[in-house]
């Protein structure tokens, strides 16, 4: 953690600043001049507002309030602010390529499961990293040495260090300074703190092993149990989620519920006149949030359209969604080949259909509930190549409104606008471990 956040990034940020050790730039063309080196830290403190408060603290002006940016901050920046805010920024863009080349092996080393063949890829990786990195900012240059200092070299322990001990989550500093920060309250006596931490730390593990031992983990928690928060909804057709209030009082108007129609004659493969007859008796409504409940950590993902905002919110609409899309849509006599397709974008509306009986038309034979998200698809442009192999999106307009099933979004993502209005960025911090994955037919079956 301190290796790369608290030193290499700081001292790349030095080196782009003109203010490592009172060295120039030398032969290079690295340095930001200070204007845009300023828009840059001003648009890093601006850009947590079309962030999720899921993705982690604000991160403020990394220009003005440097000492307040912990090292949390300093990994969010680079792996995901610093690819889009330092894009076409430098004078000359081989510094921009070698920092992605860093930006992509650390994003190898924080997978949750690692390789032998990542391994050496994050190896070869940091090798040519390093070189490069002396070629660019030492320029075989005696009186540059300064700008090689032993955090360079430790760069190339990174893989070995893997290859022994495993994927870095499993040793680095964050748990450990967490842990540091839960036992802090047990320090009850300012003459004696160590014995004071030591009966804390000790009665900690009693508990936990009784706990264990006993299978009380409810009735022994020290913690207040979450409980379900009122006026909220949940079915067991969609164990995922839970629908959250505000609840809008009146129902959809006719517009809606002619979108709301499709989304169904799609599910049921009835026509738009049977869904239409089926919607007079049913109950259909409007919710501001939902929150995925698979996991301890899910998102809570909020309606623009549906509730009040906070002048200091943080916006939580923008979504990651992904759903089956017939590869030949476009060639009518050719038989479906479905492939799963992500999409980014708003989410306008939360939709609940409630169907109290029976019904003949739709091919519903009980009581059966819908959830249906109503997005505002953003249009994404064509991937940069120089950001390859990150998870990174722009798109500079946004296209057709899609209902689909409240099954199929995924995850929050994040908006860093890049400065040419009216462009954004989409970043998205799920990793491999929140994607769905089509198994295709035979795995159905």
């Known amino acids: 953690m301190h290796l790369i956040w608290e030193n290499l990034i700081k001292n790349l940020i030095l080196l782009w600043t003109g203010d490592f050790k009172g060295l120039d730039e030398g032969t290079g063309e690295y340095e930001l001049g200070k204007a845009i080196w300023e828009a840059i830290a001003s648009r890093t403190s601006s850009a947590s507002d079309t962030i999720p408060s899921a993705y982690g603290s604000r991160v403020p002006n990394i220009a003005k309030d440097r000492p307040n940016v912990s090292a949390e901050m300093w990994s969010f920046w680079t792996l995901y602010l610093g690819p889009v805010l330092l894009r076409r920024r430098f004078r000359s863009s081989k510094y921009y390529v070698h920092f ?208 009040t905002v906070a002048g200091d919110s943080r916006d939580a609409t923008f979504v990651r969604y992904e759903i089956l899309v017939d590869k030949y849509a476009r060639f009518k006599r050719r038989a479906p080949e479905y492939e799963l397709k992500t999409f980014y974008g708003q989410l306008t509306h939360i939709y609940r259909v409630y169907f109290p009986a029976a019904c003949v038309l739709l091919k519903i034979k009980e009581p059966t509930t819908y959830i249906f998200a109503a997005i505002r698809d953003c249009v994404l442009e064509p991937d940069d190549p120089q950001l390859l192999g990150l998870d990174i999106h722009f798109y500079s307009r946004t296209g057709q409104l899609s209902v689909v099933d409240m099954t199929s979004v995924q995850s929050l993502v994040g908006r860093v606008p890049t400065g040419t209005n009216p462009e954004w960025a989409v970043i998205d911090r799920s990793g491999s471990l929140a994607r769905a994955q089509w198994l295709g037919k035979e795995d159905e079956e």
């Open 100 to 307: 992605i080349q860093l930006v992509c092996l650390l994003n190898i080393c924080l997978q949750f499961e690692i390789s032998d063949a990542e391994i050496e890829e994050v190896r070869v990786g940091f090798i040519a990293w390093v070189e490069r990195y002396e070629e660019l900012y030492y320029q075989y240059d005696v009186e540059r040495l300064p700008v090689c200092p032993l955090t360079i070299h430790a760069l190339l322990h990174i893989a070995p260090g893997i290859k022994f001990t495993g994927p870095v989550w499993c040793y680095w500093a964050f748990p450990m300074e967490r842990y540091c920060g839960s036992i802090q309250p047990g320090i009850r006596s300012r003459r004696f703190p160590w014995a004071s931490l030591d009966r804390y730390v000790l009665e900690k593990a009693q508990l936990t092993q009784i706990m264990a031992i006993y299978n009380v983990f409810s009735e022994l928690s020290l913690l207040e149990p979450r409980g379900e928060i009122p006026g909220s909804f949940s079915d067991p057709l969609y164990p995922s989620c839970v629908l959250l209030p505000p609840k809008s009082p009146v129902r959809p108007n006719p517009n809606q519920l002619k979108t709301i129609a499709a989304a169904l004659s799609t599910r049921t493969n009835a026509t738009m006149a049977q869904v239409n007859r089926a919607l007079q008796d049913a109950s259909v409504d409007e919710w501001g949030k939902v929150r995925r409940v698979d996991s301890d950590e899910g998102d809570t993902m909020c309606s623009c359209s549906l509730g």
